[in-house]
DNA sequence: ATTGACATACGTACCAGTTCGTACATTTTG
DNA sequence: CAAAATGTACGAACTGGTACGTATGTCAAT
């Protein structure tokens, strides 16, 4: 009568999914789309490999999968901010302080991005899911710096998306290139006193930048 | 007679290894480690795949010498660079211009280096060839912060290795996420003119913060 | 409520192509 | 001639993908 007796299995596909997509994140992050064995994130589920094909198709349709995924959860991070109520300067330092965190908070999420680039972003192109998203924080930009030079907090005329990418840049490479970096200069970047120093660091220089 | 007649091979181990490098580091930083193929370097190179075992011995042993290789062009390139004689602000800004640039022209390199971080650096690890290069930059910089600040030009005392570590997380991140960036905000970041604003950015941005 | 039919969900074993690496033979060079 | 350099052909293991069979759930008709 117990429905899940002895060896009992119990259907359930959207945890096998998210299974076996949690495995996959894991896999690719660390060795890379080529690298990345679809034997190993089977071994690693609670499932078997049939079910990845089943439901993925491929493995690159997994890795298709796994990169939608990752960017759809920043999404519902980054969208519920209240900016608009703050100072211009403010409203930037808690933008700011946002994405060095998220960053720091998801090695896994820079990696695959980091992989993409190397496939020349193949599979983002093909995905519109993806390029959807982020173009809110464009605006978001765009509304801070027009704020601030209405008035004359900021004295430049700056681009939102040279601005989105100075800051995306120091906040990705800390994490990105952590490994090649810290070998090179025996420095630990994920220590908490480097972290915070380089937390005020890009948010002075952005500012700064805008307000020269 | 004729010491090259009809098919006469010519035998000449430092072209042909050179050769495999060329072939082997547009092969890794396209597809990354995993996903080079051996063979397909070998069918691109004058040689056979024998050579590439004869040299290198291993698939990783060729990886290692095409990184390798890469950080010892650089080396030569960054280094006769006279700083000394300019004055800090100036000083600072040729060095800027000149990792930005470098970036810009090897995006062969950048990528490498994507794809050791995303092994961890571990092949780095196991070469002290590579971790010896790079440390000069940090005392050119030291250099040029310490008279900005005895001059007054710099109001702000900074650590050398954060101040390159900002300037390389922007000219290194222009290129290795050139895709994935393009992608999303349809900006083609190899356009002269964003390049020429780019350059001057980053050099002010730096300078800026370091003056405030 | 029970049965039967059908779609969905799942597991095992296996195959076929790819890919790194090597055995063996040969040529060049000093 | 010996050592270094090179070419050819092949093997063994790995790996993505699949054929085949089984279990689970759903729903309509009894």
Do not use: W
Request: aromatic share 8%; with cysteine; hydrophobic share 40%.
């Amino acid at each position: 009568m117990a429905s899940k007796a002895e060896n009992g299995r119990k259907n359930d596909p959207q945890r096998t999914q998210e299974n076996i997509l949690e495995v996959a994140t894991e896999e690719f992050s660390t060795h890379g789309l080529a690298g990345g064995r679809v034997d190993a994130i089977a071994e690693r589920t609670r499932t078997s490999k049939r079910m990845i094909y089943y439901y993925f198709g491929s493995k690159e349709g997994l890795y298709l999968a796994v990169l939608e995924r990752s960017y759809r959860k920043i999404r519902t991070l980054e969208a519920d901010l209240q900016l608009s109520n703050l100072e211009p300067e403010e409203a930037l330092r808690v933008l700011i302080s946002t994405t060095f965190d998220h960053d720091e908070a998801h090695p896994d999420f820079v990696r695959l991005v980091s992989i993409e680039n190397i496939h020349h972003a193949a599979h983002m192109l093909r995905s519109e899911a993806i390029r959807d998203l982020n173009v809110s924080v464009i605006e978001t930009i765009a509304g801070i710096l027009e704020r601030g030079v209405s008035q004359r907090v900021f004295m430049r005329q700056a681009d939102p998306i040279d601005i989105h990418m100075m800051i995306s840049a120091f906040c990705f490479f800390r994490v990105s290139n952590r490994y090649t970096f810290g070998s090179i200069f025996r420095r630990d970047l994920s220590e908490a006193a480097t972290i915070e120093r380089h937390r005020t660091m890009i948010a002075d220089a952005v500012i700064g930048y805008l307000k020269a």
